[in-house]
């Protein structure tokens, strides 16, 4: 069964991993599941366990309870199996500053085995390094040495990525080049990408889906959308312009449609009873009492704020509440 | 039920020659390369393998060219014998404990250590891999060494006898041993420690000073038979001490080749040991 990897078990996923350093716990409890073909952001603020995870799930140090397994084979029990086809950045990417890039790629290609030799100029001329391959890593920029440990992941020709905190050190253009070619992995490649990082823009640009995680816990996870919208899912809320604010606000207030309408700067700020589907209704009940709306826009609620509201929430609250992790499911 | 794709061999398996021995060598080849790109080092080990017997051979050709009645010649079988002491057992001992360190300590240091493991193969393999690596560097800076005593040997030798085809090769075996031996321990060690600084110190002040000076205590009686060096100077051609070999502690041959292989093997398996269970 070495050379054979189940396709259809879930890229990653975890069960109860806890992570004990003496006394303090980095990792707690944590359940991921991380489904093949999608971009994951693994999100949370500096210090929440992010890379610890991480190292876990790459057998670079031990959990002290619960259960992994990646790509389908259990971790740290097939560890070899697992990481075969993963490619891994944790941290900051690091070389033998002595040596050339391509060099560096020749080291761990034949760690890999002897087919992956072949894969090395093709890897540096996906990351745009082809031509400076031969200069000296410690002549590289931070940039640079992040565009030649994305070469070395591609050394294994990776069902799996788990990149931390990726576009570190990258300038912009960097960060778009870097962007589009995770995306073109997982739409065009059927990659999985498993991405740390503590930049909610940047998680909400590149993923499809996350999980967020505070202080060893994960707090919340599912498709970004679901999670941006909050555990209150059914929370669809209206944005709409109407030339008469007090007639809106007195036929919507007996309106079985919705929950909430009050008064706003663009007109009213509706919160939807049922499906997005039923802003169809107000819009019609609108009409019908003759107010005439000129606006109606769905409020896109950002991960940005909803990765506020569940880590503040946290900080006020006391272990035993904090420890119930809520679940978006997909 | 789970569908199944057939995928790259996994790392820990045969290589696409079908041969473990092929992956092997490949890492061989990717450990000496980082040894051979590692100047500094390399230009360490050479000066102490090679200079000092150059030293040696200036010094003794201007004494002799000074006074040729009181110096003899600077080559010839006795200075060969002083040479091959001096690059045998005192500083190409020091060449190859750097070369084992860099070695041992090489991808921890770099932060690289941690990238090889999630390729997915066996931290023992990637221990395994350095001790070839650092063998044949060591081989190869401690044979341009025997090269230059070779050459100072016969070219300085006038009227004095040259030493024998055995002799010779003896004495390219004895340095092989000893150098391999010590640089094979400190690769063990280094992986140990993983610190290189600490490991250069603590191996240097062992070969230097701890391990000269329990030779020297007497009352350790036969307990000096477990030091190295006794049996690494056991099996040397020429004289260097005052037992029946070249050790000052008298040693059987079955002795002295068991206290290396012991010392070989202690030091292979912590080696090996902290390699696989440190966090990476």
Redesign the interface.
């Not at chain 2, 941690?114 to 066996?122: I, K, N, S, Y």
């Given at each position: 069964m070495d050379s054979l990897i189940a396709v259809d078990s879930a890229a990653i996923e975890t069960q109860g991993v806890t992570k004990r350093f003496g006394a303090r716990t980095a990792i707690d409890g944590v359940d991921l599941y991380v489904p093949r073909g999608s971009a994951f952001g693994f999100l949370g603020p500096n210090g929440a366990g992010k890379t610890t995870m991480i190292r876990m799930l790459l057998g670079l140090t031990h959990a002290s309870a619960g259960s992994m397994s990646v790509l389908g084979h259990p971790v740290p029990a097939e560890r070899g199996a697992a990481l075969r086809r993963v490619g891994a950045i944790v941290e900051e990417p690091r070389f033998h500053p002595n040596l050339s890039g391509r060099e560096n790629l020749r080291i761990v290609a034949a760690v890999r085995g002897p087919e992956v030799q072949a894969r090395i100029a093709p890897a540096l001329v996906r990351v745009g390094l082809a031509e400076r391959a031969d200069e000296k890593v410690k002549k590289y920029s931070l940039g640079m040495r992040q565009r030649l440990g994305v070469a070395r992941c591609l050394l294994a020709d990776p069902l799996l990525l788990i990149l931390d905190e990726p576009t570190n050190g990258l300038d912009p253009a960097g960060i778009q080049q870097f962007r589009e070619m995770i995306r073109t992995m997982v739409e065009h490649e059927n990659r999985t990408i498993f991405l740390s990082s503590h930049l909610l823009d940047e998680v909400e640009k590149i993923c499809d889906h996350a999980a967020i995680v505070d202080r060893g816990k994960v707090i919340a996870q599912g498709p970004i959308a679901e999670l941006a919208r909050g555990s209150d899912g059914a929370r669809n809320e209206l944005i709409v312009g109407v030339d008469d604010v007090e007639l809106a606000l007195g036929t919507l207030g007996g309106s079985e449609f919705v929950r909430e309408a009050r008064r706003s700067d663009e007109g009213l700020r509706v919160v939807l009873s049922g499906e997005p589907q039923s802003a169809a209704q107000v819009n019609a009940s609108l009409v019908r009492a003759g107010v005439a709306v000129v606006r109606l826009e769905p409020v896109r609620h950002s991960l940005e704020q909803r990765f506020l509201e569940v880590t503040s929430r946290l900080e006020g609250a006391p272990p035993e509440r904090s420890a119930q992790a809520e679940e978006v499911k997909a | 039920m789970?569908?199944?794709?057939?995928?790259?061999?996994?790392?820990?398996?045969r290589?696409?020659?079908g041969s473990p021995l092929?992956?092997a060598a490949?890492?061989f080849?990717?450990d000496f390369?980082?040894l051979r790109?590692?100047?500094g080092t390399l230009i360490w080990a050479l000066v102490l393998a090679g200079a000092p017997v150059l030293i040696y051979f200036v010094v003794s050709v201007i004494q002799h060219s000074s006074d040729p009645h009181k110096y003899g010649p600077a080559g010839g079988t006795s200075n060969f014998a002083d040479g091959l002491r001096v690059i045998a057992l005192f500083f190409g001992p020091l060449a190859a404990l750097l070369i084992g360190v860099e070695a041992g300590t090489?991808d921890a240091s770099?932060?690289?250590f941690?990238?090889?493991?999630?390729?997915?193969?066996?931290r023992v393999a990637?221990f395994a891999s350095r001790v070839p690596a650092a063998l044949a560097m060591c081989c190869a800076v401690m044979g341009t060494s025997y090269g230059v005593l070779l050459l100072g040997t016969f070219a300085f030798a006038g009227n004095l006898p040259t030493p024998t085809g055995a002799l010779i090769l003896n004495g390219l075996g004895f340095t092989l041993l000893s150098t391999g031996v010590l640089c094979v321990v400190a690769v063990g060690f280094a992986s140990l420690t993983t610190s290189k600084p600490a490991s250069i110190i603590a191996l240097i002040a062992w070969q230097i000073v701890a391990s000269p000076l329990l030779v020297s205590i007497s009352s350790l009686g036969s307990a000096r038979r477990g030091l190295l060096s006794q049996a690494i100077a056991h099996f040397s051609p020429v004289h260097t001490g005052n037992g029946g070999h070249g050790d000052t502690v008298a040693l059987s041959q079955g002795t002295a080749l068991l206290v290396l292989i012991a010392w070989l093997a202690l030091f292979l398996a912590l080696g090996a040991w902290r390699t696989a269970k440190m966090?990476?």
């Open positions: - | 789970s569908a199944i794709s057939p995928t790259a061999p996994a790392p820990g398996g290589g696409a020659d092929g992956i490949q890492m080849g990717a390369l980082k790109k590692k100047r090489g770099a932060g690289v941690r990238d090889l493991v999630v390729t997915g193969r066996a990637l966090d990476a």
